[in-house]
């Protein structure tokens, strides 16, 4: 594989409590995004980021920051996870300026409760 | 706007039947196109891409799609499929606003005995 791990896998939390996601990659990748899978919207755009410390906004971002320290991992956190973030959410990587799209995780199955 | 279309949600087939499924584009969506195939509980993998050149690109497991820019569609095709095949599939171009990938909806292709 590409070598990229989000961890958890599977999540259960509770409306109100802070959750955070971890994505580490191995390659080096300048770029990573986090994206939400819901079923009948496909996958959207959580946040991004172009470099370490550099971070903007997808089209989904409220509820959610993201922070990126080191090149290999990126964190999307739920400062209060709310039920409607119950969702699927997968990292992607890709290399700078390509055109030759992304490698996935296998995403992380958060359930709000 | 920006947008990739998949205009069947899902589409069941006969194993060893031909396969189309369907793709269009918003023609301010770069035309690096892609698809991507998730089976069940797992990431999204690389199907195939077009990026320049060749209409006509092949990819693994023996799919195929042809970039069509007069009819700004990327028609995915497979002429026998298999029982392995089950899936969802995503077509996906640059062109959100932070010039990244955006998804279409997905079509859940289910191959029937």
């Known amino acids: 594989d590409a070598g990229i791990t989000q961890s958890p896998r599977h999540k259960v939390t509770e409306t109100g409590t802070p959750v955070t996601l971890r994505c580490h990659q191995t390659e080096n990748h300048r770029y990573m995004y986090w994206y939400r899978q819901d079923p009948g919207h496909g996958l959207r755009l959580i946040h991004y980021?172009?470099?370490?410390?550099?971070?903007d906004k997808g089209e989904v971002s409220d509820g959610y920051s993201v922070s990126r320290s080191k090149t290999e991992d990126f964190l999307l956190t739920l400062e209060s996870a709310t039920s409607s973030q119950t969702s699927v959410y997968f990292c992607a990587i890709s290399r700078q300026g390509s055109n030759y799209g992304y490698t996935f995780g296998s995403g992380t199955r958060l359930t709000v409760v | 706007a920006q947008s990739v279309t998949q205009l069947d949600s899902q589409v069941p087939v006969f194993e060893e039947a031909p396969v189309e499924l369907r793709c269009n584009y918003s023609?301010?969506?770069?035309?690096?196109l892609f698809w991507y195939v998730q089976y069940p509980n797992q990431g999204l993998q690389l199907l195939l891409k077009?990026?320049?050149?060749?209409?006509l690109v092949k990819g693994i497991n023996g799919f195929e799609a042809e970039f069509n820019k007069s009819q700004t569609s990327f028609h995915l095709r497979k002429p026998s499929v298999h029982i392995s095949d089950t899936a969802e599939y995503f077509c996906a171009g640059y062109g959100g606003s932070q010039g990244n990938l955006i998804f279409g909806k997905g079509t859940k292709l289910s191959v029937k005995p």
């Open positions: 077009y990026l320049s050149g060749s209409t």
């Open positions: 023609s301010s969506v770069s035309v690096y």
């Open positions: 980021s172009y470099g370490v410390k550099d971070t």
